[in-house]
């Protein structure tokens, strides 16, 4: 039964998610399933729970707003409960926290605020991490836990705000305009995610695979677009059948299925290491991928990595090159015929232009001999005629 709610629940959330791009219910319906998936998905499998029966885990909810140790208060005393040395060995393990929160961050940041998002407003790195850096330790006197920027709800929130072209026509693609950037849906998540302690009597009735079938789809759903995974596919994929990437157009094969095995046993030994008792040394090894990515310029040629690893997006390149290629094919025939020909164009030689009142005014060379043919031909006494 909880495998019935797990994968219903995940399958039931992506279907409703796409469901604005079926071809049933008007527009503005279609819209509004797709907008509340995660929440309708929620209520239909709570329900199915409740109405068979079976006993399945639920989501351990406290009944009382209070610290989770008794023993102490909401304030924890940095000082007196310690020996004096622990003081002074804490700051290696600070300095791995340091480092993991700063990357965490920054890293969802950058995802975030990427270019095809169309952000018009600034990013403000050194705000967030300012702001972050206080919480950090008020949540330290407090004995809460440490939160920074969560890159998959963050990605969940930048895709619901996208704003798409309303289209009618029946197989046209709704094109992409940008993001609607406001501040009112961040402070009114913030204000439910406060107020959901007081709803412990409800959310002590969803049942746990109900919430890692929703966690699962927002973890699919943002791997949508990355390149790592574009490339993986490649893998299976024939040529013939490859889509137009435009990676593919400048980068042999070989070269991206080796940049593809580089990053995923990069991601292997990272999961295997997190996995183990060495898991403290995790931060320490993320920032080893800055030396990792160095090493690459000695594998890879700055051109396959422009392609392969680059800030602009990739769909801002293809754009771009497709738009080149319309310009060259717009010029004239003589241009044309020489960008396709097997000669190269050179600019010196030089161009003959004949204007038409000149034709007009002198008849062509063909059109003189054929007249002087004609004159011998008649004068000629041994002619048929």
Not at 8 to 14: A, E, R
Not at 140 to 153: D, K, N, Q
């Amino acid at each position: 039964m909880s495998f019935i709610l797990f994968f219903g629940t995940y399958t039931c959330s992506m279907g409703m998610k796409q469901f604005k791009t079926s071809r049933f219910f008007p527009t503005r319906v279609r819209k509004l399933i797709s907008d509340f998936a995660i929440i309708l998905t929620i209520l239909l499998f709570c329900g199915v729970d409740a109405f068979i029966g079976v006993n399945t885990p639920k989501l351990i909810v406290p009944s009382e707003f209070k610290p989770t140790n008794p023993a102490r208060g909401w304030f924890v005393p940095p000082f007196g409960g310690n020996p004096w040395w622990v003081y002074l060995a804490s700051a290696l393990p600070a300095l791995l926290v340091t480092i993991l929160i700063f990357m965490d961050q920054q890293i969802t940041a950058v995802i975030v605020n990427r270019k095809e998002h169309k952000l018009k407003k600034g990013a403000g790195y050194h705000l967030d991490l300012f702001w972050v850096a206080i919480l950090m330790a008020i949540c330290s006197f407090m004995g809460l836990p440490w939160y920074v920027a969560a890159t998959v709800i963050s990605i969940a929130h930048i895709d619901s705000l996208k704003m798409e072209t309303e289209t009618s026509a029946p197989g046209e693609q709704p094109k992409f305009l940008g993001v609607r950037e406001q501040r009112v849906t961040g402070i009114v998540v913030f204000l439910l995610t406060g107020l959901s302690v007081f709803m412990a009597p409800i959310l002590k009735f969803i049942p746990m695979p109900v919430l890692y079938g929703v966690f699962l789809y927002m973890g699919v759903a943002s791997l949508n677009g990355v390149q790592f995974m574009d490339r993986l596919k490649l893998l299976l994929m024939p040529a013939k059948h490859q889509p137009d990437l435009i990676y593919l157009r400048h980068v042999p094969q070989r070269r991206i299925h080796l940049f593809t095995f580089i990053q995923g046993l990069c991601l292997a030994l990272l999961w295997i290491l997190k996995s183990t008792v060495a898991a403290i040394i995790f931060p320490v090894m993320i920032l080893a991928l800055v030396a990792v990515r160095k090493a690459m310029d000695y594998v890879f040629s700055q051109h396959d990595l422009s392609y392969l690893d680059d800030v602009i997006p990739e769909k801002d390149k293809k754009k771009k090159e497709d738009e080149k290629k319309k310009k060259n094919k717009k010029k004239g025939s003589i241009d044309s015929d020489i960008e396709f020909s097997d000669y190269p164009y050179n600019e010196n030689i030089p161009s003959i232009k004949i204007s038409m009142d000149m034709m007009e005014q002198e008849p062509m060379l063909g059109d003189k001999d054929l007249d002087r043919d004609k004159s011998q031909n008649f004068l000629n006494t041994h002619t048929p005629c």
